[in-house]
């Protein structure tokens, strides 16, 4: 009977043992902030066996800052979990200080390994920290031990693969699939905020869960994956002024970005027909586009949603929400008709602070245009 498990190509033992030293909070921390997702210690087990077997593997952090299950897939992947608890301070202004420990236990563990097993010839480093250069050149100048850097993509130090002489980046599959669900997600939130409401990257980062599955994106995960998308373009910032001449900046999706027209072309047609009409590019974008009762939530109501986009979810439904987004946050203003106490306190959305101008006006799900502060 055939087996149909993928083998890991490692020879062996003949190119020798390798001894794998993991910069945990580096790796996990860039792969959650450049790619959303948390890093898998199974794949780096994978890319060591490739170069031989591992002698010595070993992770380092103050595992207590982190999910227990990570210690879980270290064990699975068969990499020792070093815990070494930060050194926390007050400083003069009150504010609490993180000083990790596990970088100086780390590069001690490397010497001592280099010294006490000199029959370890190549040394796995999983890292993007240039503070390991001096490290990285006792072993490979002074030892004469070839060094790996293993980073993950975009957040490692050239001068650190330079000193090192060899890189085997960290291979994180970037999940379109995913993309495409957060920005159906983002379009349902834009379309259903109250009337004179424009989104901010600090209140879509904290209500974007509503909208999402969380098997498509846990909720920890969405504040670092508004910032690949600032970065990759799919969203952009806009500033504006409202009636108070105050200046402040919304975070809007981008229809300048192939992925964000593929995923929604009845907006981007939308735009384009908007912006012919008007003799060039609408002056406000994507939230010119919502026309009363346009949209996902025609006249107030969801329709079906989009795959990725949880049904019914709504931005602040109402009293009895235990989260953080009972507190309002900086910035937004409250309309004439929230003043005069036309809109019901429960219906009222905690993003207080941006309000558009009259000639910055969104129409959305059917609300009319009334007045702005």
């Excluded at 890093?39 to 992770?59: E, F, H, N, S, T």
């Excluded at 090192?164 to 159906?184: H, K, M, W």
């Excluded at 986009?309 to 900086?330: H, L, N, R, S, Y």
């Amino acid at each position: 009977m055939g087996d149909d498990r993928v083998q890991v190509p490692y020879n062996n033992g003949i190119g020798g043992e390798v001894a794998v030293f993991v910069d945990f909070e580096n790796i996990r921390y860039s792969s959650i902030n450049s790619f959303g997702r948390e890093p898998d210690p199974i794949a780096w087990r994978d890319k060591a066996l490739r170069y031989g077997l591992m002698a010595v593997a070993r992770a380092y952090a103050d595992f207590d800052q982190h999910p227990p299950q990570v210690r879980t897939r270290l064990d699975v992947a068969g990499i020792e979990a070093q815990h070494f608890p930060a050194k926390r301070s007050i400083d003069q202004a009150g504010r609490e200080k993180i000083q990790s420990r596990s970088d100086l236990s780390l590069v001690i563990d490397i010497i001592n390994t280099a010294l006490t097993r000199p029959d370890i010839k190549t040394f796995m480093l999983f890292t993007g920290d240039k503070d390991f250069i001096r490290v990285v050149t006792i072993l490979r100048n002074r030892l004469g031990k070839r060094v790996v850097i293993c980073g993950v993509p975009g957040s490692v130090s050239p001068d650190l693969v330079a000193a090192a002489g060899e890189e085997d980046p960290i291979d994180i599959a970037r999940s379109v699939d995913i993309d495409i669900a957060v920005i159906r997600a983002i379009d349902a939130y834009v379309a259903q905020l109250h009337d004179g409401f424009v989104p901010t990257q600090s209140h879509m980062s904290r209500t974007l869960w509503r909208f999402l599955d969380r098997s498509v994106l846990p909720s920890e995960h969405i504040e670092a994956k508004v910032m690949e998308f600032l970065r990759k373009g799919i969203l952009t910032k806009r500033p504006c002024v409202n009636g108070q001449g105050q200046e402040l900046v919304t975070t809007e999706l981008n229809f300048d970005n192939p992925l964000v027209r593929e995923t929604l072309p009845h907006r981007f047609e939308a735009i384009t027909a908007q912006a012919a009409l008007a003799g060039g590019e609408g002056e406000d974008g994507y939230y010119d586009e919502f026309e009363d009762g346009e949209g996902p939530f025609e006249g107030g109501a969801p329709t079906e949603p989009d795959v990725g986009v949880t049904a019914g979810a709504a931005v602040d439904d109402g009293a009895g929400d235990e989260d953080e987004d009972d507190e309002p946050g900086e910035g937004n203003v409250l309309t004439r008709a929230d003043i005069a106490g036309d809109v019901d306190d429960d219906e009222v959305d905690d993003n207080w602070g941006n309000v558009i101008t009259s000639g910055e006006r969104s129409h959305r799900a059917g609300l009319p245009a009334t007045g702005n502060v």
